[in-house]
């Protein structure tokens, strides 16, 4: 469930970072006023994904990194 | 300048400058790896013609902005040109981070066994498919057909060192953030303050991000250690590349908002430059996850 949390997060952040592209590539004071508002939710969602993967790292929801993908090994 | 006239400019050196610098620069290098006596030398001389070409030539385009040669056409073709660099960038990243999920969820689990097992090859004695791979052989093994590889003792721990610049590079964003609200508000002092932040924290990411290169490398985490040392280096070290470009094109933006070369309404060369450090910061938050933690 975490993972899943996660993934959406990290598609909201690309997708304000997107938008801000967007404004920027419009210009003027309307692409301008965009690009900022856009740049505002990717850096707010950014510390939420931070704060989310500490939590389920600490509460052992997600697990670091390692994976032992041959079953004859002990973990 | 009148809308209706495109912008055209004189004639320039900076191009063919440019083109010998970076001649010199490829020509030097690889004959470096080839171990010719003059290649370094010449690495350093080809860098150098790229560098003052830059400064020469982007100081021009500041100079010709800041005399109010351009009109709105020239600014939009600005605007496109940022968009194919980007387009570009995004292409460059996406690749490696390509590369990086196909090693681990397809090939290395393949080389394992996976799937129907077509894909498996009787590999060497010990082999197991792990991710990272520190388990699969003892430390300084050199393989069945003879190259001396570097198997890592430890694994890169994502808490740390990584959490800890992930931390700092969040905290740019929102220091530059309220310079780009400074910015827009016209408020020099402010812009000045948070750019400073801004530089000062994108300096301490490096400085940690080579402390932590120091401590994966006595670990034996080699561009060597097989498919997650090659993958870990050409992603974070890729990125720390682009840091240090950031960081140099804050620090521009610094001297040119000094100057007063930006107002509330027109200041396309902060917004390109920020852009890219959103970009930057979002690409290591990418890395944090996908490299380091799951």
Redesign the interface.
């Known amino acids: 469930m975490s993972?899943v949390i996660?993934i959406v997060i990290?598609v909201g952040?690309?997708l304000a970072?997107g938008s801000?592209?967007l404004g920027?590539?419009?210009?003027g004071?309307g692409g301008?006023d965009k690009?900022?508002r856009s740049?505002?939710i990717?850096?707010a969602l950014?510390?939420f994904?931070?704060g989310v993967?500490?939590l389920s790292?600490y509460m052992g929801w997600?697990?670091?990194?390692?994976?032992?993908?041959?079953a004859?090994?002990a973990k | 300048m009148s809308e209706k006239q495109y912008y055209i400019p004189d004639g320039t050196y900076w191009p063919i400058i440019g083109s010998i610098g970076i001649s010199i620069l490829l020509i030097g290098f690889a004959n470096q790896m080839h171990g010719v006596s003059w290649g370094s030398s010449a690495m350093v001389l080809g860098f150098a013609i790229t560098i003052f070409m830059l400064f020469g030539w982007l100081g021009q385009v500041v100079n010709e902005s800041v005399n109010g040669q351009y009109n709105q056409q020239v600014d939009r073709s600005f605007r496109w040109g940022m968009s194919w660099f980007i387009f570009s960038e995004v292409m460059f990243f996406a690749a490696f981070f390509g590369a990086l999920f196909y090693a681990r969820t397809l090939s290395v689990p393949w080389l394992g066994g996976a799937d129907n097992n077509v894909f498996t090859p009787d590999l060497w004695n010990g082999f197991s498919a792990t991710w990272q791979q520190i388990a699969f052989t003892t430390p300084g093994t050199t393989l069945q057909s003879g190259t001396a590889i570097s198997i890592p003792t430890k694994l890169v721990e994502a808490t740390g060192l990584p959490a800890l610049n992930t931390i700092l590079l969040l905290l740019s964003g929102v220091t530059l953030t309220f310079a780009h609200h400074a910015l827009r508000s016209s408020k020099r002092n402010q812009i000045i303050g948070w750019l400073v932040a801004t530089i000062a924290l994108g300096v301490a990411f490096l400085g940690f991000q080579v402390l932590e290169y120091g401590h994966a490398y006595a670990d034996g985490l080699k561009l060597t250690s097989g498919i997650y040392g090659s993958t870990f280096y050409m992603l974070t070290g890729f990125h720390g590349f682009h840091v240090t470009l950031g960081v140099i094109m804050l620090t521009v933006i610094l001297f040119r908002v000094q100057k007063g070369h930006f107002d509330a309404d027109n200041h396309f060369a902060f917004e390109g430059v920020a852009w890219y450090w959103h970009f930057v910061d979002v690409v290591w938050l990418g890395l944090f996850v996908f490299v380091y933690w799951v």
Request: zero cysteines; hydrophobic letters at 65%.
């Open positions: 993972s996660i990290i952040i690309l970072l801000g592209l920027l590539l419009r210009g004071s301008s690009m900022f740049l505002v990717r850096v950014s510390l994904l931070f993967l500490m790292g997600i697990e670091p990194n390692i994976v032992v993908m041959d004859t090994v």
